[in-house]
T-cell receptor
Framework: QKEVEQNSGPLSVPEGAIASLNCTYS??????FFWYRQYSGKSPELIMF????GDKEDGRFTAQLNKASQYVSLLIRDSQPSDSATYLC????????FGAGTTVTVRA | DGGITQSPKYLFRKEGQNVTLSCEQN?????MYWYRQDPGQGLRLIYY???????QKGDIAEGYSVSREKKESFPLTVTSAQKNPTAFYLC??????????????FGEGSWLTVV
C-alpha cells in the first residue's frame, strides 16, 4: 500500500467554482501534511502545510486534516485559470512521501 | 539570491554512459534530497542526506549514487546500471528533519533523456 494516495484526476471545474482535492495516508505516525502545486514542466512549490486536526485557511485555499480518518483535503475557492496545475499531497516521516497528484483544469 | 540550483536543466545520455546532475544550495540547510518524477506519477525518493558525509537510500536507489562532501552540494550520478533513466530529476533541501511547518524546497529540476 502506498503511504500517500490521492483521488484520481483529472478534475475540471468552471472559473469561480470550488475545487476539492482529497488525499489519504496509511502511516499514523505522520505528523505534518503538505500541499504542493506543480505547473507543467516546473518544480513543485509549497502552497500550505497542516499538522493539527481541523481546517487551516490561507487566502482562497483551505486545508483540512482528519487524523482519525487519515485523510487530508484541499479546497480551492473562487478557482481561477491560473490555478490549473497538478496538486501534490505529501506526508512526513523521515522524508516526504508524495501522492501521484491530481491535475486540476479551471475552465474560463 | 538564496535558493537551490540544479544543472544542467536538460541532459542527454547515451546508452552505457554515467552522467552527474549537480545540486547546490545556499540556504544553509542540513538535509538534501533527490527525487525522480515520471509522467503521471508522483515524486519518488532516490537518496537523501541529513548531514555531511552521510546519506541514505530512498525508495528507488538502484542505479544511482550520491556524495555529500560539502553541506552545500549533493550531486547525483545516474549510472549505466539504471535501465530507464529518462525522467525529471528534482533536488530539494530542508532546514532539518521534516516536521510541523518544516518542509522541503525544490530546485528547478533537470530533464534527463536517454538517446
Amino acid at each position: 500500500q502506498k503511504e500517500v494516495e490521492q483521488n484520481s484526476g483529472p478534475l475540471s471545474v468552471p472559473e469561480g467554482a470550488i475545487a476539492s482535492l482529497n488525499c489519504t495516508y496509511s502511516d499514523r505516525g505522520s505528523q505534518s501534511f503538505f500541499w504542493y502545486r506543480q505547473y507543467s514542466g516546473k518544480s513543485p512549490e509549497l502552497i500550505m502545510f497542516i499538522y493539527s486536526n481541523g481546517d487551516k485557511e490561507d487566502g482562497r485555499f483551505t486545508a483540512q486534516l482528519n487524523k482519525a480518518s487519515q485523510y487530508v483535503s484541499l479546497l480551492i475557492r473562487d478557482s481561477q485559470p491560473s490555478d490549473s496545475a497538478t496538486y501534490l499531497c505529501a506526508g512526513n516521516d523521515y522524508k516526504l512521501s508524495f501522492g501521484a497528484g491530481t491535475t486540476v483544469t479551471v475552465r474560463a | 539570491d538564496g535558493g537551490i540550483t540544479q544543472s544542467p536543466k536538460y541532459l542527454f545520455r547515451k546508452e552505457g554512459q554515467n552522467v552527474t546532475l549537480s545540486c547546490e544550495q545556499n540556504l544553509n540547510h542540513d538535509a538534501m534530497y533527490w527525487y525522480r518524477q515520471d509522467p503521471g506519477q508522483g515524486l519518488r525518493l532516490i537518496y537523501y542526506s541529513q548531514i555531511v558525509n552521510d546519506f541514505q537510500k530512498g525508495d528507488i536507489a538502484e542505479g544511482y549514487s550520491v556524495s555529500r562532501e560539502k553541506k552545500e552540494s549533493f550531486p547525483l550520478t545516474v549510472t549505466s546500471a539504471q535501465k530507464n533513466p529518462t525522467a525529471f530529476y528534482l533536488c530539494a533541501s530542508s532546514p532539518d528533519r521534516i516536521s510541523s511547518g518544516n518542509t522541503i524546497y525544490f530546485g528547478e529540476g533537470s530533464w534527463l533523456t536517454v538517446v
